[in-house]
T-cell receptor
Framework: GDSVTQMEGPVTLSEEAFLTINCTYT??????LFWYVQYPGEGLQLLLK?????DKGSNKGFEATYRKETTSFHLEKGSVQVSDSAVYFC???????????FGTGTKLQVIP | EADIYQTPRYLVIGTGKKITLECSQT?????MYWYQQDPGMELHLIHY???????EKGDLSSESTVSRIRTEHFPLTLESARPSHTSQYLC???????????FGPGTRLLVL
């Protein structure tokens, strides 16, 4: 079945540091890939997505590239801010009526 | 403004009580979902709906029930709450089944 593996947290970075959160997946066919973010006390919201190989999703300075050869969708940001502190979820959806599979979440804490 | 509302946001109740968690949306989406998010942040799909009068069980066995009498509402009911039900419950919607999902703010439930 489908699965998503993302790096365990918490990840603690200083403001303006470079961020990478690793995400790898196992799926049948050609899934769509997502990154969701959950700020404290809120529900999840879509951060970015990519629907086919080599696509790059980007939003709010975050980027992730769909790498089929390595089955990865790593999240990156060049310079994090305190306001980026949140939990980040990698997710995938295979074709047809397959459900969305979420990773276990990675907590990011950015300190001033 | 299109949005997803969940009430109550926080609830503390005693064992054995019956509770209903409300979810309403003005997104205009047919598809709705309930997720249980455990303290470790992992998300588990417990119920979903294709549209009015349709409900399906998700991946995680749950003692809760749902109904979908109106497009806008998707309430979740626990007939007899137990401490093991302590969790955060997230409601979500999507335009297409299991595609990009939009989440409400969540209900934090504590059963004593």
């Amino acid at each position: 079945g489908d699965s998503v593996t993302q790096m365990e947290g918490p990840v603690t970075l200083s403001e303006e540091a470079f961020l990478t959160i690793n995400c790898t997946y196992t799926a049948t066919g050609y899934p769509s890939l997502f990154w969701y973010v959950q700020y404290p006390g809120e529900g999840l919201q879509l951060l970015l997505k990519a629907t086919k190989a080599d696509d790059k999703g980007s939003n709010k300075g975050f980027e992730a590239t769909y790498r089929k050869e390595t089955t990865s969708f790593h999240l990156e940001k060049g310079s994090v801010q305190v306001s980026d502190s949140a939990v980040y979820f990698c997710a995938l959806k295979s074709g047809g009526y397959q459900k969305v599979t979420f990773g276990t979440g990675t907590k990011l804490q950015v300190i001033p | 403004e299109a949005d997803i509302y969940q009430t109550p946001r926080y609830l503390v109740i005693g064992t054995g009580k019956k509770i209903t968690l409300e979810c309403s949306q003005t997104m205009g989406h047919d598809k709705m979902y309930w997720y249980q998010q455990d303290p470790g942040m992992e998300l588990h799909l417990i119920h979903y709906s294709y549209g009015v009068n349709s409900t399906e069980k998700g991946d995680l066995s749950s003692e809760s029930t749902v109904s979908r009498i109106r497009t806008e509402h998707f309430p979740l009911t626990l007939e007899s709450a137990r401490p093991s039900h302590t969790s955060q419950y997230l409601c979500a919607t999507s335009r297409q089944l299991h595609e990009t999902q939009y989440f409400g703010p969540g209900t934090r439930l504590l059963v004593l």
